[in-house]
Each structure stands twice: as structure tokens, then as C-alpha cells.
């Protein structure tokens, strides 16, 4: 049941202001969590890859391992590193890593701290007219899928046919498609290292121009390469409807007046499946809630339903 027309007029006005409180709240993490996995501000300078201890270990993102600011390497180029690997010495701490924190918190990863997803957001708030997929319901449920056939081709696949073919395997989405690499290690790199800029040839420029399409996407698309290519979403998403951290609904709260659903930029049908994959826990449903009835959080109790509101026509 949809609210009537003044309470929606009053709560516009507080709505804007909770939700523009949010989406700054939220810009700084993912902003600080840039920076605290890409502390190395030197290597931007002289073009030289960290290659200190912690380098062994994962960021929670899509962050390039090449990346000359990285402390940490990308889960998605270890993991692909370890299925090419001739004596098949498979990462498990990479794939416990990663359940680890899927199952903990779902795509939370996505929508707080992971840099290319950060940078996307940034150009869609570039101002142009946007490209609403969910207008397209059947068309974004079949590209929604694209994920997940990057990660089973190109992220296990190649890597391991091209391993038991040539003994070596390859790290096929890394080397052919990530945009996040090219644009964080590829071009910092060639314009600080000169000894790479003479090795550039066809197959950096097929990445530039993937680059290019994915930036171009994400001023008319909002984080189109999180929806239909990036295979760690993928893996996260696979945790949303068992992880820890989660969208909860209070139906005796709820009073189905759609604005969570109209605000969601990934097209999730909040009131009715707010875990789905698709869902990347920014906390947007929460924040424009007039009832207080979404929760984005590790469980707590639920309200009793004296305490909750009534239900208004």
C-alpha cells in the first residue's frame, strides 16, 4: 500500500537530508579504504611496485596486485595465480579468505570498500542523463548473470585449460579484461616507467579499450561493471542470502510505499528480496525508510510488534 501524498511531501524533505548524510558517510570509508590499501603514495612517483611483506596478504577488494600504491595483492589474480600454477599449488588461503568474508558480510565489500567500485560511483555523479536498467527487467536479468561467466571462463577455465595444455596456465581475466588493473596499474605504471612505455603494444590497448567503455558505462550506468563483469561481486554475491550481515525488513513496520525499491541504483526489490546478489549493503533502502522498518546489519532483535507502527493507507 503506497503513502498518501503530503506524508510523502514531508518525508521527501527528510529523506534528502538522511540519505545525503549517508552517501557522504559512505564516499569517506570507501575513500579511506582506498588509501589504506594503496599507502604506498611513493610508488606513484617512481613507478616500482611494493613488494614488501604484506603483499602476501589480500585486500578485501578489486585492487590490483601491479598497482604501485598496493600494500596488499587482489584476491581474484591470486586466485587465478594458483589454478595456473604448474605444480597446482591452489591458494587456500585465497578461497578461505574469501568465504571468510562473503559469509561474514556479502557484498558489503562492494558497496564500502572496494576502489573501482568507489570510482565508478564518482563518474555517475557526473550530470547526464541516466540509464535505468530495471526499465529492461528481462534484458538486465539475463546480463545481470555476466558475472558469474567471468568467473567460471575466465577466473577458473583459462587458467586451468591453459595449464594442463602448455603446463603454465595464464591469468586470463587479469591479462584481457580488468579495467581496475589498467586503470590503476597499467597507465600508472607506463606513465611513470619508461622501460614499459616501449613494451606497450595491441593487447594494452585492447585493455585501454575496455577501460574506456567501462568509464563511458559508468557515467550513464551506475557500477555497471560491479552488475555484469566483475567475477569478486560474483563470489560475494553467492553469500548474500546466508551472510551475517544483511538487509532485514520489519513487516509490522512496513508499510510498502516503494521508496527503498525506487532509490536501490542495483535494481533490488528491497520489501520482497533485499539479498539478492545484486545487492551491494550500501544502506540507501535504510536510509530513505519513512518507518524505520529496513535494518542493514548483523541481526539484532527483532521489534515486537507492540512496539511497531501501524500501517497506513
Known amino acids: 500500500m503506497f503513502c498518501s501524498a503530503p506524508f510523502k511531501s514531508v518525508w521527501g524533505v527528510l529523506a534528502l537530508a538522511r540519505l545525503n548524510r549517508h552517501q557522504k558517510k559512505r564516499s569517506w570509508v570507501q575513500g579511506l579504504a582506498f588509501l589504506a590499501g594503496n599507502a ?62 562473503g559469509a561474514l558480510a556479502g557484498r558489503f565489500v562492494c558497496g564500502w570498500l572496494c576502489p573501482f567500485g568507489w570510482f565508478q560511483e564518482l563518474l555517475h555523479k557526473i550530470p547526464t542523463r541516466k540509464i535505468r536498467p530495471e526499465k529492461k527487467p528481462k534484458l538486465n536479468r539475463v546480463i545481470s548473470r555476466g558475472n558469474i561467466f567471468f568467473l567460471i571462463l575466465f577466473v577458473i577455465l583459462i587458467p586451468i585449460i591453459v595449464r594442463l595444455i602448455n603446463g603454465y596456465g595464464i591469468t586470463a581475466f587479469c591479462t584481457y579484461i580488468c579495467p581496475s588493473g589498467t586503470l590503476m596499474a597499467g597507465w600508472p605504471l607506463i606513465l611513470t616507467n619508461r622501460d614499459l612505455r616501449d613494451l606497450i603494444g595491441l593487447l594494452f590497448g585492447w585493455k585501454t579499450a575496455v ?7 559508468s557515467i550513464l550506468i551506475y557500477r555497471p561493471f560491479c552488475r555484469y563483469i566483475c567475477p569478486l561481486g560474483a563470489i560475494y554475491g553467492f553469500f548474500n542470502r546466508v551472510s551475517l550481515y544483511r538487509v532485514t525488513v520489519d513487516t509490522n513496520r512496513c508499510v510498502e510505499c516503494g521508496l527503498c525499491t525506487r532509490q536501490c541504483k542495483m535494481s533490488v526489490p528491497v520489501p520482497y528480496d533485499g539479498n539478492t546478489p545484486a545487492c551491494i549493503r550500501c544502506g540507501e533502502c535504510e536510509a530513505v525508510c519513512p518507518h524505520d522498518a529496513i535494518t542493514c546489519g548483523f541481526p539484532k532483535r527483532v521489534r515486537a510488534a507492540t512496539d511497531s507502527e501501524p500501517k497506513s493507507s
Open 211 to 217: 577501460l574506456i567503455a567501462v568509464l563511458v558505462l
Open 40 to 101: 604506498n603514495l611513493s610508488g606513484f612517483i617512481t613507478g616500482h611496485i611494493y613488494q614488501g611483506p604484506l603483499k602476501h596478504l589480500c585486500l578485501p577488494g578489486l585492487n590490483c596486485y601491479s598497482c604501485p600504491g598496493a600494500l596488499g595483492a587482489c584476491p581474484i589474480g591470486s586466485l587465478q595465480n594458483g589454478l595456473a600454477d604448474p605444480f597446482w599449488r591452489i591458494p587456500l588461503y585465497v578461497i578461505g579468505f574469501l568465504m571468510l568474508l
